[in-house]
């Protein structure tokens, strides 16, 4: 198993890409920590990862807020004895798609809290744990929106709050290299998680049109390269964004 006798935090981890990080986490023998402002949510994840045999803790924060966030990352490490993987999944995007220039601030302020804040406040937890282990990987979701804002019309903050990620995670993975501490970024393309429905008409069909695979991506794929940079297989690998979206444009 890749991950066994391993603990990791995964935000975000109540559905879509975050569960199935934390599925497949708990497949190659890690414990869990399912960090979910969805309580619920995370309860029934933790419930279907126990089938594996590992440790499964849901715990409900807001990883906006930087005191539910240390609380969080002290009580992983009080139940589960230490964290060795970080994973920032958990993101917030205004769902009404207003231009811009349009925008309601308040929108703006959830966006950066949870998607560029929320790593922030993460990683600020976390670390010292792993500086004092000499051991750590640091993976944070971002996204194509980030690099190609086109894929992410009607959502410029959301967008440069990925962006904002990438170029903080190219930062930190500099810092932590001297700790043994690897710090990447998965950059999704077009997902499907349930929630297209969602979208303006026409959006899923436009965006199929920039894919060559001519599909969207499935959560499982984008856990399947967060495994690979949360295990053994990526030593020397720190300080990327690599970028799973079916061959999309640039």
Not at 36 to 47: H, K, N, T
């Amino acid at each position: 198993m890749k991950l066994a006798k391993k603990a990791a935090i995964v935000t975000g981890a109540g559905g879509g890409i975050g569960r199935s990080i934390a599925r497949v986490f708990a497949e190659e023998g890690a414990d869990v920590v399912i960090a979910e402002i969805d309580l619920p949510g995370a309860e029934r994840v933790a419930g279907e990862l126990r089938s594996f045999g590992v440790r499964a803790l849901p715990i409900e924060v807001d990883v906006s807020v930087r005191t539910q966030v240390e609380a969080m990352v002290t009580r992983s490490i009080d139940e589960l004895g230490k964290v060795d993987v970080l994973v920032n999944n958990a993101a917030w995007a205004d769902r009404s798609f207003q231009l811009f220039h349009e925008s309601d601030e308040a929108a703006w302020e959830r966006t950066i809290g949870v998607t560029y804040r929320g790593v922030l406040n993460c990683c600020k937890a976390a670390i010292p744990h792993m500086v004092e282990r000499n051991w750590g990987r640091i993976i944070n979701i971002t996204s194509d929106a980030g690099i190609a804002g086109i894929a992410a019309r009607r959502q410029a903050v959301y967008a440069s709050c990925k962006g904002a990620v990438a170029a903080f995670s190219r930062a930190l993975a500099y810092e932590l290299a001297p700790y043994g501490i690897l710090v990447n970024c998965v950059s999704p393309g077009v997902v499907d998680t349930g929630r297209n429905d969602e979208l303006p008409s026409g959006t899923v069909e436009r965006w199929l049109k920039g894919i060559p695979l001519r599909r969207l991506g499935r959560p499982e794929e984008i856990a399947a390269t967060v495994l690979f940079l949360a295990s053994d297989d990526s030593s020397y690998v720190t300080g990327e964004q690599l970028r799973v979206n079916g061959g999309g444009g640039s």
